[in-house]
């Protein structure tokens, strides 16, 4: 009945992608019999899972990223709050000197300088030739935490293959980790010195 049920209701296809939630299987799905589902793990191993276990737990397909246009990206750069400030004309002008990107932004009063580096995050991300423009671009700043203020930058690259996706936003996140320092911030981090004694 689960297999029966498994492929009436499309949840599984030769091909796909599944994640088991308990860690059990992560991988290409190789063959969907009545008694077995086939997945080729990440690492070459084999699972052979029941398919009462796919219908009675909840297992992610990520049949519906790799259909898309691109596989999203969705993570936080977290400032440290002591560092955020008005800009000055002095600071934006040197801010358009320096980082072409930022060239044609019009100064308006109360602006921050954590504001123009999430202005800046969006125009890099806009020019990216892998980031995705036709689907959702975002760059929010959250509530204030312990740990700083974080950024979430959410957007998507046209690139899905494992591999290459995350040697993509890897380097991505490098670039828009160094140029903090561009805009006056500086990262949360919390302090790693140890009590003496």
Request: proline share 4%; aromatic share 10%; with cysteine.
């Amino acid at each position: 009945v689960a297999g029966v049920q498994l492929s009436a209701n499309d949840m599984l296809r030769i091909g796909d992608w599944i994640q088991l939630s308990d860690g059990s299987a992560n991988g290409i799905v190789l063959e969907i019999t009545l008694n077995t589902v086939k997945i080729q793990n990440w690492d070459n191993t084999i699972s052979t899972i029941p398919p009462y276990t796919l219908v009675n737990t909840t297992f992610r397909n990520w049949r519906g990223m790799q259909e898309s246009g691109g596989r999203r990206v969705d993570k936080t750069i977290k400032l440290d709050m002591d560092t955020l400030q008005f800009c000055t004309d002095e600071m934006m002008n040197s801010i358009r000197q320096r980082i072409p990107l930022m060239k044609e932004v019009e100064y308006e009063e109360g602006m921050t300088n954590a504001q123009l580096y999430r202005i800046y995050i969006e125009r890099y991300l806009m020019q990216h030739p892998i980031v995705n423009q036709s689907l959702d671009l975002i760059i929010a700043q959250r509530e204030p935490t312990q740990f700083g203020v974080p950024v979430e930058v959410y957007f998507f690259l046209s690139d899905k293959v494992w591999k290459e996706f995350e040697q993509i936003q890897s380097d991505i996140f490098d670039h828009l980790l160094v140029m903090v320092k561009a805009f006056d911030l500086k990262l949360y981090q919390l302090d790693r010195a140890l009590p003496v004694g």
